[in-house]
């Protein structure tokens, strides 16, 4: 029988912010898969357990993936951690997660600290729907085109941003999406933890006058406005769509999400004619 593969959010940066259960699982496991065992043994060392750590992380995850499956297939227990927070999230873990599932290993998350959840709970920006990026492309010309594509999205944007480029991403935000409310999230839950908000432009006026910004950062972009909906009747779209090549699936598809719809409402409407 295999064993499981249990995802493990640890703190992100105060060593309190653990739940019981994780504990509970890292003592048990017969394994713990980390980006960097220095900074995983700190943790450990400061709950009083000592388990076997192999280290994971992105210049190795296929070789080791492999390594951990055939463990894990074997019946061993592997917990996953990541440096900070919840593992996967902007770090490596995918093709792990993926090959386990594949081979019908048990794989089961362990909830705790996040960056991206702290921040938006406490950036005063709309949480009903969101956008997570990632990180924002280092080079201008990309990041711009990334910016350029999300001018429309009606979410809060989230992304993760080194210190520094900090500057740069928000003169690309004020240039490309104009207006737009943003908060900054920086070393969240630790001593200099720090909440920067207003628009683009007004937070680089406030940063020109202070030490430049270090450690960690999420970076929070206020909802865009909807695209206005398409006025056109939907008989008309859909048969402009025929007529231009697109399969007559996918001319539905594209008819009810320019309007917001669901593919059923555009068949019902299409077949009362």
């Known amino acids: 029988m295999s064993g499981t593969l249990y995802i493990v959010a640890t703190p ?40 076997p750590l192999v280290s994971y992380h992105e210049h190795n995850e296929q070789a080791r993936a492999e390594e951990l499956l055939r463990e894990l297939e074997a019946g061993s227990n592997i917990a996953l951690v990541s440096d900070a927070g919840t593992p ?12 386990a599932r594949a081979q019908g290993v048990t794989v089961s998350p362990i909830p705790g600290a996040s960056a991206l959840v702290s921040a938006l709970s406490a950036s005063g920006l709309a949480t009903d729907s969101f956008f997570f ?16 594509a999300m001018k429309s999205y009606s979410a809060t944007l989230v992304f993760y941003e080194a ?13 490309v999406l104009g207006p737009h409310r943003v908060t900054i999230g920086r070393e969240l839950t630790k001593i ?30 206020s909802k865009g406005d909807a695209p206005p909906a398409d006025a056109t009747p939907i008989e008309a779209a859909f048969d402009k769509l025929l007529e231009a090549g697109v399969p007559r699936m996918e001319a539905m598809k594209t008819v ?3 309007r917001g719809l669901s593919k059923r409402e555009v068949y019902q409407k299409l077949n009362q004619h």
């Open 88 to 99: 996967l999230i902007a770090d490596p873990g995918y093709r792990l997660v993926a090959q």
């Open 256 to 258: 009810a999400r320019e």
């Open 12 to 51: 992100i940066g105060n060593l309190e912010d653990i739940t019981l259960r994780a504990l509970r699982i890292l003592r048990e496991v017969d394994r713990i898969a980390c980006e960097d065992t220095r900074q995983t043994r700190k943790l450990l060392d400061r709950h009083g357990i000592s388990k």
């Open 133 to 148: 990026g990632g990180f924002l492309p280092a080079k201008k010309t990309q990041r711009r085109k990334t910016l350029e």
């Open 163 to 175: 210190p520094h480029r900090i500057v740069e991403a928000l003169e690309d935000i004020a240039e």
């Open 192 to 221: 200099h933890e720090e909440f920067i908000a207003g628009e683009a432009a007004e937070l680089l006026e406030a940063l020109e006058k202070r030490p430049p910004l270090k450690g960690e950062i999420t970076l929070m972009i």
